[in-house]
Nanobody, 124 residues
Framework: QVQLVESGGGLVQAGDSLRLSCAASGGTFSSYGLGWFRQVPGKEREFVAGISWSDGSTFYADSVKGRFTISRDNTKKTIDLQMSSLKPEDTAVYYC?????????????????WGQGTQVTVSS
């Protein structure tokens, strides 16, 4: 079992950059596929970006491709999401998620473990 804690959210202006981080504890971190997700009130949680446990392959939603970058540090047990060229529609609560040995876009997108979320607000 792995515990996840997000940080780095905040209020920024359109066009700004922001870096989210998710710290993990417990479990064998390097064996988990990891992802970032977001949710706005009244909508389902959606996949944003993911990274494979095995070869570091990355996956992105079309809406963030070219603007967001996901990375992992197995030594520090962290997952980061670097967000640039932020838009008001990126406003959401962002969650990190983990699934044991997830290595494809499909399996990374259905995590078993979740963090508590961090709010990102992008003003126009």
């Amino acid at each position: 079992q792995v515990q996840l804690v997000e940080s780095g959210g905040g209020l920024v202006q359109a066009g700004d950059s922001l870096r989210l981080s998710c710290a993990a504890s417990g479990g064998t971190f390097s064996s988990y596929g990891l992802g970032w997700f977001r949710q706005v009130p009244g909508k389902e949680r959606e996949f944003v970006a993911g990274i494979s446990w095995s070869d570091g392959s990355t996956f992105y939603a079309d809406s963030v491709k070219g603007r967001f970058t996901i990375s992992r540090d197995n030594t520090k047990k962290t997952i980061d999401l670097q967000m640039s060229s932020l838009k008001p529609e990126d406003t959401a609560v962002y969650y990190c998620g983990a699934r044991w040995r997830a290595s494809t876009a499909q399996t990374v997108a259905i995590p078993v473990y979740w963090g508590q979320g961090t709010q990102v607000t992008v003003s126009s």
